[in-house]
């Protein structure tokens, strides 16, 4: 069975500076995909980003980028210039055959 | 443009009580879900509709039953709640189920309490 852990709890960050959250998980296959999604106070889940197994290349989304590094299999997010209202719970998610595994996620608190 | 609608928002109910959340979807997508959100848990998924017509267990599948009413519902029940299954549930969908990179869609859930 897949499992995903990530193993920081909560993290904190100043406005306007860099965070990283980490993300590994564990697999023996080799198509799939990865998704981070933020829950913020409203509890609704908020797709960040995506990331392809088979793409070398690391998915962008304007602030948000990832570090995937397949044969470690870790898929880190960095959120850069945080803003107050990335403040929330990221969850990190792993996808095959349509079903999700989702880490226990991290809270991320953004200090002004 | 609602997306995925989730029906009670808040339940309490008694241990013993039975109950059923309801929720839709009106972006045609023919995969849906049910997951629970625990305290340090994540989110896990206790059933799923693969299509219409389809309903398999997930990873916590005891003590719920699911139905598949038509593509656009998906509900799920509590025959007799116990106090383990206070949470809070959340239903959603995606275009299908296998490969691609299409991401589920959530509803707001539904924070259920049991006494």
């Known amino acids: 069975a897949q499992t995903v852990t990530q193993s920081q709890p909560e993290m904190s960050v100043q406005e306007a500076e860099t965070v990283t959250l980490s993300c590994t998980y564990d697999?023996?296959?080799?198509?799939?995909?990865l998704f981070w999604y933020k829950q913020p106070p409203s509890r609704q889940m908020i797709l960040v980003i995506r990331?392809?197994?088979?793409?070398?290349q690391n998915a962008t989304e304007n602030r948000f980028s990832v570090n995937f590094q397949k044969a470690a299999k870790s898929f880190s997010l960095k959120i850069s210039d945080s803003q107050l209202g990335d403040a929330a719970m990221y969850f990190c998610a792993y996808r095959s055959y349509g079903k999700l595994t989702f880490g226990q996620g991290t809270i991320l608190t953004v200090h002004p | 443009n609602a997306g995925v609608t989730q029906t009670p928002k808040f339940q309490v109910l008694k241990t013993g009580q039975s109950m059923t959340l309801q929720c839709a979807q009106d972006?045609?997508?023919?995969?849906m879900y049910w997951y629970r959100q625990d305290p340090g848990m994540g989110l896990r998924l206790i059933y799923y509709?693969?299509?219409?017509?389809?309903?398999d267990k997930g990873e916590v599948p005891n003590g719920y039953n699911v139905s598949r009413l038509n593509k656009r519902e998906f509900s799920l029940r509590l025959e007799s709640a116990a106090p383990s299954q206070t949470s809070v549930y959340f239903c959603a969908s995606s275009e299908v189920l296998g490969t691609g990179p299409q991401p589920q869609h959530f509803g707001d859930g539904t924070r259920l309490s049991i006494l």
């Open positions: 697999t023996s296959e080799s198509d799939y995909y």
């Open positions: 972006m045609n997508h023919n995969s």
């Open positions: 509709s693969a299509s219409e017509g389809t309903t």
């Open positions: 990331q392809e197994a088979y793409k070398q």
